[in-house]
């Protein structure tokens, strides 16, 4: 276990990582690591996430109240965001919110990130929905992100930004990347004429790895595929009440509703089948990649 000084400094150094690789401009962005259910690290206001010392870190309690902070520092503005997302999901050790380009325009263009497109992307995040727009610093945010947090570790904000959790700093920051690159992927193969999608029976295979693997934190494989065939990327709310509550969370799927369109039927009318072959080499890579990052 990392003392309060190892992980201030890991902070840091996740500053930097989010600046320097253009996630948030000048003083933008935040992020958050719990260390027991009443004392939360937390980065402060007004500051460049890429140029913090260990001094800079605040220490706020459960309900983000202030512990803790050195000399002309304040906890960040947005610190009842990441309290919301402790208080709803015990095994969250972490929080980070950031303005990466591609994923804050999808934001602002009203598009979640759903298309069914990569291997990493199904099976580390899922579908990631867009949480309704709320004015940052007040509770608008936090009440329109608490119906996403049962079900899902990373959302879209509307009109502003990402949200990422996870089991520590790392992963959380680990997941903003991944967040980024998927929105990156996902504009640019829409400017090549759009993206061919995985097939439902594709996208099984890839839940079928996340389980197999155990990975932690929530997923649509681990709610949807409980309901029936149908999963997150095809089901066109096919798999219950849970998720037909988020808007436009089934954006624009290959295959609007399962039931009446069996998803290769729907490929071959879109002229964009992924061929197997592929689909089954780079989820052996995929395996073997898991395998050694054990
Ligand atoms: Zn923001």
């Given amino acids: 276990m990392q ?21 948030v401009a000048a003083n933008d962005g935040n992020f958050s690591v719990k260390l027991n259910d009443h004392e939360f690290l937390c980065t402060p206001t007004g500051v460049s996430k890429g140029f913090m010392t260990p ?15 050195n000399k002309g520092f304040k906890p960040s503005s947005e610190i009842k965001m990441h309290m919301r997302v402790y208080k709803m999901r015990p095994d969250v050790g972490s929080v980070v919110h950031a303005h990466p380009l591609y994923a804050t325009a999808f934001a602002i263009a009203g598009i979640p990130l759903t298309q069914p497109i990569m291997p990493e992307a199904i099976i580390s995040l899922g579908c990631v929905p867009i949480a309704e727009y709320g004015t940052p610093s007040t509770d608008e945010i936090p009440d329109n992100l608490e119906k996403y947090l049962p079900y899902f570790d990373a959302v879209l904000l509307e009109n502003h930004g990402a949200l990422t959790w996870s089991t520590d700093l790392l992963a959380a920051y680990h997941k903003m990347e991944s967040v980024e690159f998927y929105a990156n992927l996902l504009y640019k193969s829409k400017m090549l004429g759009g993206p061919k999608e995985f097939d439902e029976k594709n996208i099984e295979k890839l839940y079928a790895i996340r389980r197999k693997f155990g990975m932690p934190g929530k997923h649509p494989a681990s709610v949807c595929l409980n309901q029936g065939s149908a999963n997150c990327h095809t089901c066109g709310g096919n798999c219950g009440e849970d998720f037909r509550q988020f808007p436009g969370y089934q954006y624009d799927f290959v295959g609007k509703k399962s039931a009446d369109a069996p998803a290769n039927k729907d490929m071959s009318a879109n002229g964009k089948t992924v061929d197997e072959k592929m689909v089954s080499d780079i989820t052996k890579k995929v395996l073997a990649q898991l395998d050694s990052n054990k």
């Fill in 3 to 23: 003392n309060e000084y190892e992980i201030k400094k890991l902070m840091c150094d996740i500053g930097k990582r989010v600046y320097d690789r253009g996630m």
């Fill in 55 to 69: 001094e800079y870190i605040c220490k706020v309690d459960e309900n983000g109240e202030l512990i803790q902070a």
